[in-house]
């Protein structure tokens, strides 16, 4: 059975809607513990869309799991891990345009920029994870950029529009997995994972961790909403009475 990475940052992106104190994604990431997840996650993007630096740092003193940085291999990102200095740092590829990541990290293509990045945060005892597509070409860049972790991109499978598609989509999943597994990486999943596809992608031999962000911040909306509205009833009634 996998573990279960919870990613709080559209908890953030509730919050930094209104520039506001709340949601507090640390509050979230205390909830999700207590849950019984096995590690929070949080992207710091260069633009700092939802996630802020002052959020890494309450993070990396208050988890008490094990916390997972997504990143660039921007120099600027780096300087702030290397100082946070997570458990876990995930480089992933970033655009400014972009809603969420849409793809994995081309380590092929900038082998000798991941591999520095990759050896500039091992020096500090974080483990390093590359989030990159199940494409055996990027699996073998990852081995030899020196990372003993790979986070395979799911948003193929998780967007599949019929269920051909995904069992198409499911068997590359299952082979990137065997593949690095044998190169002697540990293997994540991740992206675009909800309550209806998850279970099919933890049950691939071998995967170590799910990480899951969206779906998990979606449904908590909805089936914590009612509380919320109760609360909020008890709350001004209660305070209407003392008013009379």
């Not at 573990?3 to 520039?19: E, P, S, W, Y």
């Not at 019984?36 to 008490?64: N, P």
């Amino acid at each position: 059975m996998p573990k279960l990475g919870v990613n709080i940052d559209h908890v953030a992106t509730i919050r930094q809607a209104r520039r506001a104190l709340e949601p507090d994604p640390v509050w979230a990431a205390a909830i999700c513990e207590m849950a019984g997840c096995d590690s929070i996650v949080a992207h710091l993007r260069e633009d700092r869309r939802h996630i802020q630096d002052r959020d890494v740092e309450i993070l990396r003193k208050s988890v008490s799991t094990r916390f997972n940085l997504e990143m660039s291999i921007n120099k600027e990102i780096v300087r702030i891990a290397g100082k946070i200095r997570p458990d876990q740092s995930t480089l992933v590829p970033e655009k400014r345009q972009e809603l969420t990541t849409e793809g994995g990290l081309d380590v092929k293509g900038n082998l000798n920029q991941v591999k520095r990045v990759v050896e500039d945060l091992k020096e500090k005892n974080i483990a390093v994870s590359l989030f990159i597509d199940p494409e055996k070409i990027q699996i073998e860049a990852s081995k030899k950029s020196g990372a003993s972790i790979i986070e395979i991109h799911t948003g193929n499978y998780a967007g599949a529009k019929n269920e051909t598609k995904a069992k198409q989509e499911l068997a590359r999943l299952k082979e990137a997995a065997s593949f690095g597994l044998k190169l002697g990486l540990a293997v994540n999943m991740g992206h675009g994972l909800t309550y209806q596809n998850a279970a099919a992608v933890a049950n691939i031999p071998g995967v170590e961790e799910l990480n899951i962000g969206h779906s998990i911040i979606s449904r908590a909306v909805m089936v914590g909403l009612f509380r919320a509205v109760v609360e909020m009833k008890e709350l001004i009634g209660a305070n209407k009475g003392r008013q009379g």
